[in-house]
């Protein structure tokens, strides 16, 4: 409910100190992933890396079991603005 459980020792972890890297050969994978599913996908723009990422957000609220994000996926990029359209009770708001 509150986030992903660690154990008790993870302030001795090095993770918890320097953080993780993903690899670079993760992303390929992903962006293949995405181009099959149905829907667009826009190139990211050449040369640049993402500073936020992210992926398969989903979104249910308790009450009634509404369904609000669905597998929402995106990257935000350094001087970008990034803006969400959609109808009323498309969750651009919950994102």
């Known amino acids: 409910q509150y986030g992903i459980p660690k154990p008790w020792y993870f302030p ?3 993770s918890y100190w320097c953080g993780t890297r993903v690899g ?3 992303e390929p994978d992903l962006l ?8 667009y996908l826009e ?11 992210i992926r398969n957000l989903v979104k249910v609220y308790k009450t009634g079991n ?3 994000v669905d597998g929402l996926s ?3 990029y350094q001087d970008h603005i990034t803006s969400f359209l959609g109808h ?5 708001t919950t994102t």
């Open 12 to 14: 001795f972890t090095s």
């Open 24 to 26: 670079s050969d993760a």
């Open 32 to 39: 293949h992933e995405l181009e099959n599913q149905k829907g």
């Open 43 to 53: 190139k990211p723009p050449p040369g640049m890396k993402p500073g936020v990422c």
């Open 66 to 68: 509404k369904l609000a």
């Open 74 to 76: 995106l990257d935000f």
């Open 88 to 92: 009323n009770g498309a969750g651009k």
